[in-house]
């Protein structure tokens, strides 16, 4: 499968974004979906992801902030960012876990920088 992020951009501080991630040649659904990002300097953190057990966690940075969803007739996952804070501009990093077989995908990052 492909991952293709979409949806980075600049805004400022407080206002909000939605990213997009978009499994090509595969169906969403059999993928645990997640949000990572990775700001300069720093190392690669989850966001927000579908647990094994049918649970959202959220990292807690962004708990309150951040809403992680799928659709499946579209075969994308969303990470909708709201109140967005200067701390919040990084690359996001769309991720997959197959279900059955395990595999794990990454797509490209996207750049959210935030302007205050």
């Known amino acids: 499968v492909q991952l293709q992020a979409s949806g980075g951009g600049s805004v400022q501080t407080g206002g909000s974004l939605r990213l997009s991630c978009t499994t090509s040649?595969?169906?969403?659904?059999?993928?645990?979906m997640a949000w990572y990002r990775q700001a300069p300097g720093k190392e690669r953190e989850l966001v927000a992801r579908f647990t094994t057990d049918d649970r959202i966690e959220y990292a807690d940075p962004v708990k309150g902030r951040f809403a992680i969803s799928s659709d499946n007739a579209k075969n994308t996952a969303y990470l909708q960012m709201d109140s967005l804070k200067s701390e919040d501009s990084a690359v996001y990093y769309c991720?997959?876990?197959?279900?059955?077989?395990?595999?794990?995908?990454w797509g490209q990052g996207t750049l959210s920088p935030f302007s205050s």
């Open positions: 991720y997959a876990d197959h279900k059955i077989t395990r595999r794990q995908f």
């Open positions: 040649g595969s169906i969403v659904g059999l993928y645990y």
